[in-house]
């Protein structure tokens, strides 16, 4: 096959001006380079099952910033470059649809809700969904956000050498997103919620890399389909509650609205659709969120200069007040501390897998229809080009004085028509949650202890559940 030079489009009077579609540079029907596969790469599965990150990173290093990897029956194509990953979620995302794998894995569990859907079906509901979710509304939430903080801190300790503060998060992330939904706090059942999540979320992991999944009912999947009648139990009782209630006695909260949709269009909104969209949310609102600020707290302990100067921050800002949606953009120095957090500890490291529909042109290669997309975020941000001394913690990366960031290089909830949903709610209650946390506690490493190794199942969570040295402060 000849080199295909690139030709120019010809001109057309009617999109003069359009961004023009990308130009293939590379053969047709070649490949960008990439680890060699042998016979079916089977070989590569066991190694990034392992240490899926390192085995990215060392193909990154060896082919450059997209890999091609040949695993029988599927080529799959890993991006790494941030313009390239914004053309290709941003400009081409309508050649791309979810993989289908993955989707099959979450819909057990998720039904299907904005997360699992596609096409005409995705759209509907996430334009739906969109409105409380906006930067101003989400706003709405953060006395919920704070009075949660304050019941969950009253019952924290004083001072503990080894405080399991990511499971104290885990609980408290579960109670905000309760109240932001149904307008009620974490109850007795929450151990077992919490349990079941991370019982469905090693179990849809686990699955995702074979094939098919073989039915709940086998004996070995006991274990599975304990956890997901829990959470069935859990958000299905809500619904349920709700409805016995008369509609004029709804409180403003995330239910009534998906509920409002029920009443006003039941053939679109059906109540298992109104089920699905609490699950999702449910599950992706507070996983994503209790993860993130596990991560953060070991940061702040990890580096007591950072979190000295969020605490003159939070206390020169709230001088002991409750944090109010108006304190937000004062709290900077904070915020930075989170994202910082979000660049070294992604909660999601990898988005889901795009499947392409069509063929797609990214970087001057024609990849043909059903080729795989993996963007693993993880590897961007931790990248020394655009982030020096990329596993340093360092929150002064993103001041607004501070050398820019590539567009796409950091991004922690995606980016295109399908950025999260939540990004402006998770924000905003990290930063309320840090703040009242910061104002009563020091947290420090216990002495002797290894920093926390990550490890991949659904988000990113330390491979043991993280403990830390507590301390209250002199109020
Ligand atoms: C630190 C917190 C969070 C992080 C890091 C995070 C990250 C992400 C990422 C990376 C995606 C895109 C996945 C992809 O493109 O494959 C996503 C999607 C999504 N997130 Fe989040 N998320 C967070 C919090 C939340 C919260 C609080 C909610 C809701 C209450 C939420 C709901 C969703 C939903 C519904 C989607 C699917 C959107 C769609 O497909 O249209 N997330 N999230």
Redesign the pocket.
């Known amino acids: 096959m000849g080199d295909m030079k690139p030709t120019t489009p010809p001109s057309c009077p009617f999109h003069a001006g359009a961004a023009s579609a990308p130009l293939a540079s590379h053969p047709p029907g070649t490949w960008p380079p990439g680890p060699p596969s042998g016979l079916t790469g089977w070989q590569f599965l066991p190694r990034m099952k392992q240490d899926l990150f390192g085995t990215l990173d060392g193909w990154r290093r060896a082919y450059g910033d997209l890999v091609h990897v040949r695993i029988w029956p599927e080529h799959e194509v890993i991006v790494t470059d941030p313009q390239l990953v914004r053309e290709l979620?941003v400009d081409q995302h309508d050649a791309l649809v979810?993989w289908e794998r993955a989707i099959d894995v979450f819909s057990q569990v998720h039904g299907h809700?904005?997360?699992?859907?596609e096409g005409a079906a995705?759209r509907t509901?996430?334009q739906a969904?969109q409105p409380p979710?906006a930067p101003r509304p989400v706003q709405a939430f953060v006395p919920a956000i704070a009075q949660a903080a304050d019941a969950a801190f009253a019952q924290w300790p004083t001072a503990a050498d080894a405080w399991p503060i990511e499971s104290a998060f885990t609980s408290l992330g579960m109670d905000v997103?309760l109240r932001?939904?149904f307008s009620s706090g974490i109850t007795a059942d929450a151990r077992d919620a919490e349990l079941a999540v991370h019982a469905a979320s090693v179990a849809g992991n686990a699955e995702m890399y074979w094939p098919a999944s073989w039915p709940d009912w086998m004996p070995w999947k006991r274990t599975k389909r304990r956890a997901i009648a829990t959470l069935d139990r859990l958000i299905g009782g809500h619904v349920r509650a709700r409805m016995r209630v008369p509609q004029a006695e709804w409180p403003q909260d995330?239910l009534t609205r998906l509920l409002a949709l029920h009443v006003a269009d039941p053939a679109t909104w059906p109540l298992k659709a109104v089920r699905d969209?609490c699950m999702?949310?449910?599950l992706?609102?507070?996983?994503?969120?209790a993860?993130?600020l596990t991560w953060w707290s070991w940061c702040m302990a990890a580096n007591p200069d950072a979190q000295a100067l969020a605490h003159a921050e939070v206390d020169a800002v709230l001088q002991g007040r409750v944090p109010t949606a108006a304190d937000l953009p004062s709290l900077a120095y904070l915020g930075r501390t989170l994202q910082e957090t979000?660049r070294l500890y992604?909660?999601?490291p990898v988005?889901?897998?795009?499947r392409a529909v069509r063929p797609v042109t990214l970087g001057g290669w024609e990849l043909p229809a059903r080729t795989i997309f993996a963007?693993p975020?993880q590897l961007m941000h931790h990248d020394a080009r655009w982030f020096p001394e990329p596993h340093a913690f360092r929150p002064e990366r993103f001041a607004a004085d501070a050398p820019a960031i590539p567009r796409g290089a950091f991004?922690?909830?995606?980016?295109?028509?399908?950025?999260?949903?939540?990004?402006h709610?998770?924000?905003a209650?990290?930063t309320v949650l840090a703040a009242q946390f910061l104002q009563r506690y020091t947290v420090a490493v216990p002495a002797g202890m290894a920093p926390p190794q990550p490890v991949f199942n659904i988000?990113l969570r330390p491979r043991t559940p993280l403990t830390l040295r507590l301390a209250a402060r002199p109020r």
């Open positions: 979620l979810r809700s904005t997360l699992t859907s995705w509901k996430r969904l979710f997103i932001m939904m995330l969209e999702t949310a449910f992706a609102g507070h996983e994503t969120t993860a993130t979000l992604p909660a999601a988005l889901i897998s795009r963007v975020l991004m922690p909830f995606g980016t295109g028509p399908r950025v999260c949903l939540g990004q709610l998770a924000l209650e990290m988000t």
